[in-house]
């Protein structure tokens, strides 16, 4: 981890351009980064304080956005959507994500070909699950009624019902995605020595306070990182739910991402489409700050 | 039950035997409940993708059927034909290759260049340029939707490829591994060539590139998985087949027919088309799950 001091490389390069060097390799980046990256989101910033329609140019407004969307009673329906699928997708991805890891990392028969296959959804694109989900889910034709109806269950309207399609939509997410937050639980269990746990083991450990007093802890770090992507991610939902619901039925499932989409790209109101971008933006960082009070990366003790 | 008497911790002191044959009974049981739940994670994980591709090969009329067969009754490949005949899957596909092809191998360079100045160079504004840099992994990718469709609305560069790949190489996640990946590596070798007169071009080229081969493949795969399967902003910024990549095809095409909306859903070319949209990717991955899944951990363990 060590970085050479600058003088190190100005005694070395000849000629007087050496101070050159660095920007020279940063140039390219830094280019398409302030293009496309930092400068939008600079450029949205400013973009919610206007109202414009594409055509002509934009007129700035003030707050008058933001205010005309805590009047905007479709506003707060896809914030409580949006709250409504992080609760029903976050927490199962991660419980079940760490579950699936702790699974795999024992010393199982067939354990390499069963986390390849587990994560393999994930290598899917989401227009095709959310395709294949509407199959698995039609309401009279689809696998899920079969099998649940095996059982006296059902059936269910999946998509076709104001109370089932989030859940339903929740449920593909966490068979696409559970993937993932194995894997980076699975590297992080790989990280713990070994020692650790089977010291605690020779102390009289059983499995259940191994997991809780050795792993858990140690795995703290990991955790922090699966949490915090989980609700970046989860938050920002869109594919799916464009793909299934479109935001339907009625508005049952209109997102945060999704509301966004239809006031910009099919109302075209640019500036209005910018101000939900920031509120989102908001209350996702209020939620990480939210995390870190929780749940703080490094063990405090 | 077995697991509840597990918590208790066993005497410390005697009855040795039988504490060493309790846990041997423990283990065996939880190993048995293991494979089941190993079990259960496979089916549970593959049945969708085997429906998916049982459900492709069946003529349309025995698709809807009130039992459900996985071995279908009559094979077909009409769904195939179907989609390939009537869509432009195929200009889809390659749309989708060049996209991820071009901007993975822009990213790949221009990450690795950036990174390897932001760890191995101290310069004037070297702390601002990257931290401007990494504030941006914490906002949203879609704050830049509405401003890059201004931006390319006025450059007439809506509809096009470029559209789709010069946002794409903007990526922060690639700079912030690759700057990781340099901070680890001991600097002598590159030191050693310096003194022997190499200039910072050809270190870089000669040594540093060779060097961060694992580091760029998973930077590579990152990138083009995120490519591949973009979605929100092609559909923003596409409109017609010319650019069209395969996510936003196949879910303005495809997606209505198999949707709940409107009359009789029809699944057998919207099926037919997600296993060629799948297989390739599903390929792929298998081959080159190392780099996928290197990919992944660093981002998450060291992001």
Redesign the interface.
């Known amino acids: ?6 003088s ?2 100005r005694q ?3 000629g007087g351009s ?2 050159v ?6 140039l ?3 280019l ?2 302030v ?7 600079v ?2 910033f400013a ?1 919610s304080f206007t109202s414009w329609s ?1 055509v002509g140019a934009p007129r700035f407004v003030g707050l008058a956005n933001y205010q005309a969307l805590v009047r905007d009673p479709l506003f707060y329906v896809s914030v409580r959507n949006t709250f409504y699928f992080l609760v029903l997708t976050a927490p199962t991805l991660i419980v079940l994500g760490f579950v ?1 890891a702790l ?2 990392n ?1 010393p ?4 390499g ?2 986390r ?6 994930y ?6 699950v ?7 889910l ?4 689809g ?1 899920l009624n ?1 099998y649940l109806g095996m059982l006296h269950l059902g059936p269910v309207p999946w ?2 019902s104001e109370a089932a399609a989030m859940p339903a939509i929740a449920m593909t997410t966490v ?1 696409w995605t559970v ?2 937050n194995m ?2 639980f699975l ?2 269990l790989q ?1 713990i020595p070994p020692q650790l746990e089977e010291s605690a083991r020779i102390d ?6 191994v997991l809780w007093q050795v792993t858990v802890p140690l795995l703290r ?2 955790t922090f ?2 949490v915090m ?1 989980t609700i ?1 991610n989860t ?2 939902v ?2 799916q739910v ?5 935001g ?1 039925p009625g508005t049952a499932t209109l997102t945060l ?1 999704q509301y ?2 239809f006031q ?2 099919q109302t075209f109101k ?1 500036g209005y ?2 101000a939900i ?2 509120v ?2 908001a209350l ?2 209020a939620l ?1 700050w939210l995390q870190r009070l929780l749940l703080p990366s490094e063990v405090s003790s | 039950m077995n ?1 509840r008497r ?5 005497p ?1 002191s005697a009855a040795g035997f039988r504490r060493r044959v309790g846990r041997a009974l423990q283990r065996r049981g ?2 048995g409940l ?2 089941a ?2 079990a259960v ?2 089916v ?3 049945a ?2 085997v ?2 591709v049982s ?1 492709s090969l069946k003529p349309e009329g025995q ?6 067969h996985w071995i279908p009754q009559t094979f077909t490949l009409e769904n195939f034909q179907h989609v390939l005949a009537k869509y432009a899957f195929v200009r889809w596909t390659v749309n989708s290759v060049v996209v991820a092809v071009v901007a993975t191998a ?1 990213v790949v ?3 690795a ?2 990174g ?8 004037p504004g ?1 702390g601002l ?1 990257y931290d ?2 990494i504030s ?1 992994l ?14 390319f ?1 006025q450059w007439h560069m809506l509809d096009s490829l470029q559209a789709l790949i ?2 794409t ?2 990526n ?1 996640t690639g ?1 912030f591994l690759m700057r990781q990946f340099f ?2 590596i ?2 002598e070798l590159e ?1 050693a060539a ?2 022997d007169g190499a ?2 071009l050809q270190v ?1 080229s000669w040594i540093v590139v060779p060097l961060s081969r694992p580091a760029m493949a998973a930077v590579a795969a990152l990138t083009f ?1 995120s490519s ?2 973009n ?2 902003w092609p ?2 910024a596409i409109s017609s087949d010319r650019a069209r990549t ?3 095809g ?2 303005q095409y ?2 209505a027919q ?4 409107g009359s009789a ?1 029809a ?1 057998g070319a ?2 037919a ?2 296993v060629m ?2 297989a390739p ?2 390929l ?3 081959l080159l ?1 190392r780099y ?2 290197q990919g ?2 660093m981002t ?2 060291k ?1």
């Open positions: 981890m060590k970085i050479l001091p600058a190190v490389h070395h390069s000849r050496a101070w060097t660095p920007y020279f390799f940063l390219p980046y830094l398409v980064f293009l496309f990256r930092f400068g939008p989101v450029g949205g973009t594409i699936l699974l795999l024992r199982l028969a067939g354990r070909v069963a390849v296959l587990v994560f393999a959804p290598a899917m694109m989401s227009a095709v959310g395709i294949l989900w509407n199959w698995i039609d309401s009279n034709f696998l079969y998509l076709s068979w993937g993932y894997v980076i590297a992080g990280d009289g450990a059983g499995p259940w306070q770090p990991t990182v699966v992507l970046i938050f920002q869109f594919d464009y793909v299934m619901t479109g339907g991402v966004l989409f910009a790209f640019l489409g910018s971008a920031y989102t933006f996702l960082l990480s | 697991l597990l918590a208790v911790p066993a410390v939880l190993l293991s494979y739940a190993e994670a496979v549970v994980a593959l969708p993708i429906w998916m459900t698709i809807l059927s009130s039992v459900p822009i360079v221009i990450d260049m950036a390897y100045a932001l760890a191995r160079f101290t310069f070297r340029i401007t840099i941006m914490l906002v949203p990718i879609q704050v830049t939707v509405i401003p890059l469709f201004v931006i609305a010069l946002p190489t903007a922060v700079v901070l680890g001991p600097g030191e310096r003194i200039s910072d870089f998985v591949w399967n979605f929100l559909l923003i395969l996510p936003v196949i879910a495809m997606g198999a949707g709940t909306s859903p699944f919207p099926l088309s997600a949209a799948t990717a599903l792929a991955f298998f799950q996928f899944t992944i951990t998450g363990i992001g």
